[in-house]
């Protein structure tokens, strides 16, 4: 039997762009794509051959397929009311403009210097296009007038046998000023286009021996117009430095600097804090501001030693170190200890850091070994041991990796501009002698908040976390049973060694001198998994297989 009450009821309703009641917000989102191109190859003499080529690419702007979308064409920064206005076709208007520029030049060389067959040197350039994936645009579903909320307090506590359900709501496209409703809808910059990646390599490939080979690859890129989401009614830098002059000791309403923090940079002023609001409204709350405005670069050199199967022996190993900087990596799902907004939605250049895919070294080694014995072999090839030894093989994969980077927060907004900042790095961050080996990251007491009026001194993504070292082998014995009939035992081992990979450190935000929210700051509770998403430890099976 429950007893209780009942104090907050709420519900999110849907309609559609006629005013209509919905019982979900799915929605058919739509999107016409067109692609041209043209290549040529051109053998220019006999041992260098150009090829070359020209592409364009269309992505029309998504739209849903019965107009139930709508996009604000005001500052969302400045005064309201707002008015969200349908889009798509027929209306005349589309969440943001056509690009029709998105053309791909390309072209690459491969030349052998000495005409023997043995050594290429290629080399190669292009621009490439991607698309807006659909989780961007569909989150823009929720906007006014498609998404309503009705809430009901009941005072004193109502039994829940008494509750009724609640009204419908009267959709509106209009967000009245005054409201302080904080409403964060998603919006698109009117400029936002399609991401452009310009790649360029150069590398060359060697037989060393006739069954070795070594290539030797610098590759290289440069990502323009990135997604990057923003605070499109973020606190105003003129208003913040006019309430930082007045929150000084002896001020009128008692506020300090650690007033002007988050929520109160929006509401101060209504709830008697401050002498006026850092933001030109407050009927928008955080407004999810999509734009095309961040940029990136990569740098890696890649080698590569092979060994083709002679003499029952096959070798490669890859060894890769590069380095990938950007201001955004992902518009909504950010790295370890990251937000999906900037810390300061006017200074964009403090977010240009590592990327929070970088991984500087990564070596990986497959090989595979017939063994010399049994039937088909000079040794042990006959009677019984012939067949106990033959058709034994071992292989396996080799991964070794430098970890990911992560970054670590502060429960301060040091720089009024409603987020919290990073912490502040004032002291040695390396863990002390005979810390537990599971604190894979920095050491808590290198660590405070970052003053007030100041950005922190760290960069994105500046720490790294643990690597990873696997060792993937497989046993198999083929064994030829008649002529008609084989039978194949394999026996595999992912992570023979039973080594842990230890997962990204807890990040938990740091709260003073060498404080943070959690005790557990710094430490690793987790191991890295299969990508099956088992368990990292080791795991052993067994397969037979007969063939006929």
């Not at 929070?356 to 019984?384: A, Q």
């Amino acid at each position: 039997m429950l007893v209780g009450g009942v104090d907050s009821q709420t519900q999110t309703q849907f309609f559609d762009k006629t005013g209509k009641r919905a019982s979900k917000d799915l929605r058919g989102f739509r999107q016409k794509e067109l692609r041209l191109f043209g290549q040529d190859t051109w053998k220019m003499t006999p041992n260098f051959t150009l090829t070359y080529g020209l592409a364009w690419q269309f992505n029309g702007v998504p739209y849903e397929v019965n107009n139930n979308l709508s996009a604000l064409f005001q500052d969302p920064s400045s005064a309201g009311p707002f008015i969200f206005s349908v889009v798509g076709p027929g209306t005349g208007l589309q969440l943001y403009k056509d690009t029709l520029s998105n053309f791909e030049p390309r072209v690459g060389i491969a030349w052998d210097p000495f005409k023997k067959g043995k050594t290429s040197l290629r080399a190669g350039y292009g621009i490439f296009h991607d698309r807006t994936f659909g989780n961007l645009f569909g989150n823009a579903r929720s906007n006014p007038p498609f998404q309503q909320g009705q809430n009901n307090f009941p005072f004193p506590f109502a039994p829940l046998s008494g509750l009724s359900p609640l009204p419908d709501a009267v959709p509106s496209a209009t967000v009245p000023h005054g409201t302080g409703l904080l409403f964060g809808p998603v919006l698109f910059d009117q400029n936002f286009r399609n991401p452009e990646n310009q790649t360029w390599n150069l590398g060359i490939q060697h037989q060393v021996f006739s069954s070795v080979t070594i290539e030797v690859n610098y590759i290289g890129s440069h990502g323009l117009y990135l997604f990057r989401q923003v605070d499109g009614n973020a606190p105003q830098p003129n208003l913040v430095a006019q309430l930082v002059a007045f929150c000084v000791p002896g001020n009128a309403l008692g506020c300090t600097a650690a007033t002007l923090q988050r929520s109160n940079l929006r509401l101060g002023f209504e709830r008697g804090l401050l002498p006026f609001d850092a933001t030109n409204n407050n009927d928008l709350g955080a407004v999810f501001l999509q734009k095309s405005i961040a940029s990136s670069n990569y740098n890696g050199l890649q080698t590569t030693v092979s060994k083709r199967l002679t003499h029952g022996l096959q070798i490669q190993g890859a060894y890769t170190y590069s380095h990938a900087i950007d201001n955004a990596s992902d518009p909504l799902n950010p790295a370890t200890g990251g937000a999906a907004f900037p810390r300061n939605s006017f200074n964009l250049r403090a977010e240009r850091g590592n990327s929070d895919f970088d991984i500087r070294h990564r070596l990986v080694i497959n090989y595979l070994y017939e063994i010399p014995l049994g039937r088909g072999t000079k040794r042990l090839g006959s009677g019984f041991p012939g067949r106990v030894l033959e058709g034994w093989q071992v292989a396996g994969i080799t991964t070794f990796q430098g970890g990911q980077p992560f970054q670590i927060f502060s429960t301060r907004d040091n720089q009024h501009a409603g987020r919290n900042d990073l912490a502040q790095l004032v002291g040695n961050p390396k863990q002390p002698a005979g810390v537990d080996k599971t604190f894979t990251g920095p050491a808590v007491s290198a660590f405070d908040r970052t003053p007030f009026s100041q950005a922190s001194n760290l960069s994105r993504n500046h720490f790294y976390g643990p690597g990873e070292n696997t060792w993937d082998v497989v046993a198999e014995k083929k064994t030829t049973i008649t002529e008609r009939f084989k039978l194949d035992f394999k026996t595999e081992v992912y992570n023979i060694f039973n080594r842990v990979n230890f997962g990204q450190p807890d990040t938990s935000a740091i709260s003073g001198p060498g404080r943070s929210l959690s005790s557990q700051f710094g430490k690793s509770t987790s191991q890295l998994g299969r990508p099956d998403g088992t368990s990292g430890a080791r795991q052993i099976q067994f397969a037979l297989k007969l063939m006929f």
